[in-house]
């Protein structure tokens, strides 16, 4: 697993997760939340869907 951080722009970002599916996000390897991706603008975001 690559960090966020890292993302340049142009990076594509492989996944198993179905483009309807919540995606988990990890924090030191935990779960923290479950997120959705969203275009805003030009930019992508990660909307928060559920904390667990």
């Known amino acids: 697993m690559g ?3 890292k993302l340049a722009e142009g990076s594509l970002v ?3 997760c ?3 599916t919540d995606i988990p996000l990890h ?3 935990i ?3 479950w997120t959705e ?3 805003v603008g030009e930019r992508l975001a990660a909307r928060i869907t ?3």
């Open 3 to 5: 960090s966020l951080l």
């Open 14 to 16: 492989q996944t198993t």
């Open 18 to 20: 179905h483009q309807s």
């Open 27 to 29: 924090v030191n390897g």
């Open 31 to 33: 779960l923290m939340a």
């Open 37 to 39: 991706f969203e275009v």
């Open 50 to 52: 559920d904390l667990v």
